[in-house]
């Protein structure tokens, strides 16, 4: 627990402490339905499933990482905004190489081979985009730092799982040990 100064307010954020670490906000990710188990495959997916499936009462969601907050004033007119955009996001940054080489040079690069194969199976309709920004594209978005409209949240959420499910489906992981010890083999 360190005090980065805004967990007590609650004008803009509603903070959720992901993971097992001892409580140290109000709200935890193992509060509710949630798929806390998973946070060490999941990480941050698992705060996004469990606002997507508990009861929220706000018409825009958002998420952040808690050292690299959006930074609104509390007056800010999320409203206003939405008329004109679809979503609210940190800066971008340029790679210098395409997003798919840099996760593969990052990541294990099998992840990003597997996700397109599902996207391709479920979502067929996503491939130019995935073409135009995953393959070809050298913008990334860093730091977690978005706002959607409620609607617009559920439905990335949806997609992000659905194509996560159809990916371990695929490989036969049933279990967050099972997939750790898979992908970290």
């Not at 188990?37 to 009462?57: A, C, D, K, L």
């Not at 509390?74 to 940054?93: C, E, M, V």
């Not at 067929?124 to 978005?146: C, F, H, K, Q, V």
């Amino acid at each position: 627990p360190v005090d980065y100064g805004w967990w007590e307010d609650r004008s803009l954020y509603q903070p959720i402490q992901l993971g097992d670490a001892e409580r140290f906000i109000p709200l935890m990710e193992t509060d509710g339905n949630n798929i806390s188990e998973w946070n060490p495959v999941f990480s941050e997916f698992t705060g996004m499933y469990w606002i997507w499936r508990n009861p929220q009462p706000f018409d825009y969601i958002g998420i952040c990482h808690y050292r690299r907050r959006l930074d609104f004033n509390d007056d800010y007119d999320f409203d206003s905004a939405f008329r004109d955009f679809g979503a609210i996001a940190a800066d971008p940054i340029d790679l210098g190489m395409s997003v798919y080489n840099q996760y593969r040079l990052c990541h294990c690069g099998m992840d990003m081979d597997l996700a397109w194969e599902a996207v391709e199976e479920l979502y067929p309709e996503y491939l130019d985009a995935w073409d135009r920004y995953i393959m070809n594209g050298s913008t990334l978005y860093y730091g977690n730092g978005l706002v959607l409209r409620k609607q617009d949240f559920d439905r990335l959420v949806e997609f992000e799982f659905r194509v996560m499910h159809r990916v371990f489906e695929e490989n036969g992981w049933s279990d967050p040990q099972k997939v750790t010890d898979s992908v970290f083999a």
